[in-house]
Nanobody, 125 residues
């Protein structure tokens, strides 16, 4: 089993930055892709970013490309999401996810096996 815990959310003004962290524990050697998704009130959960096991491949939603950066420290079993130039429309609960299958599709919600509880990001205008 793998457990994920997110941190780093909060309230920030538009144009500001936040760095989210996702700490993994348990059978972390089995994790391949790690991803971030977000869900705003009344909306479906949407893909934000993902990173492959060896950090050779990264994937971003068009809405965050150029503003967000995903990274990963395998030695510390932690993934990060650096969010710059935040906009009010980035307001959502952000979830970290882990895929235990090397054949998974990084942008697909159904690909991921384990999810964190989420951390709230609120961007004020």
């Amino acid at each position: 089993q793998v457990q994920l815990v997110e941190s780093g959310g909060g309230l920030v003004q538009a144009g500001g930055s936040l760095r989210l962290s996702c700490a993994a524990s348990g059978r972390t050697f089995g994790i391949y892709t790690m991803g971030w998704f977000r869900q705003a009130p009344g909306k479906e959960r949407e893909f934000v970013a993902a990173i492959s096991r060896m950090t050779t491949s990264t994937y971003y939603a068009d809405s965050v490309k150029g503003r967000f950066t995903i990274s990963r420290d395998n030695a510390k079993n932690t993934a990060f999401l650096q969010m710059n130039s935040l906009k009010p429309e980035d307001t959502a609960n952000y979830y970290c996810a882990a895929d235990l299958d090397p054949r998974g599709l990084p942008r697909n919600f159904d690909t991921y096996d384990t999810w964190g509880q989420g951390t709230q990001v609120t961007v004020s205008s």
